[in-house]
């Protein structure tokens, strides 16, 4: 069996590592070269040229958007009989129109966006939202289980896509609301660590406010493991599922307007967490 492995960032780096446990030969490529020759000099991956890695059984990608995707796909196309496997958070359209196109060539495409941020992917417990062909996707499970500890088929081409947009606007909603609470309560003069300590066993926590706020937030880190901008891309996605099912979606909206306050330009190189820093300027209060 072949595998390759498409985009080895923060994410994908340690996905590819875990394929490796597989009775298979996994091939990698990046945009960077040397961190492809890097990944297969610490793990026995095998550093491939594109139209190499693209004869694999099973391709995997793992891209910033599906623009990305799309184009690649055109310009190194897989092999008849091979099953593309995309991570990418990307867009339920695209995924419909090349699980489609790619059919008519006896090639299957599955969305399977992730979740769980680098730490999910470093110890191989992320949870993978799978849409397109029941069929396929049991040919793919297996090889899937490798970084997974959770994998659901929740429906046709582009569902996965859609449940990973929903997702993650519910992660901005979620951890917008908790910051603007605590920062209620640091004006108030509570103990923002006490506070949280009562939150996270109470029915107000998250994984926001068991994680990302401690870690992140008031440690004053914001380390980068998924970038603001990207977020915004997410949220931007779930707006337009809610355009196309005519659904008011008053919540989505407002979260869209205050995670858009940061610029795209900052938002590139910024943690999502980060986006926090607007509303401390805002209520004069560091959630420290």
Known sequence: MRIGFIGLG????????????????????????????????????????LDVLVQADFIFSCLPTSAEVEAMI????????????????????????????????????????????TIGAEQGTLTVMVGGDATAFERARAVIQAFAGKIEHVGESGAGFAVKAINNSLMAA?????????????ARGVNLEAALACINHSSGKS??????????????RFNKTFALHLLQKDIGIALDLIAETQQQGRLLHAVQQLYAQTDRQTAEHVDFSAAIQVLEQSHQVLLN
């Open 207 to 220: 994984t926001m406010s068991e994680t990302v706020m401690p870690q992140k937030i008031m440690s004053r």
């Open 74 to 117: 055109a310009a190194h196309p897989p092999q008849s009989g091979s099953i593309w496997i995309d991570c990418t958070s990307g867009v339920p359209c695209s995924a419909q129109q090349l699980s489609h196109s790619l059919k008519l060539r006896n090639i299957e495409f599955l969305d399977a966006p992730v979740s769980g941020q």
């Open 10 to 49: 923060a994410i994908g780096w340690h996905m590819a590592r875990h394929l490796t446990q597989l009775d298979a030969t996994v091939m990698v490529w990046n945009r960077t070269q040397r961190k492809a020759e890097a990944h297969a000099a610490q793990f026995a991956t095998v550093a491939v040229d």
């Open 174 to 186: 979620n951890l917008w609301a908790l910051s603007e609470g605590l920062s209620v309560l640091k």
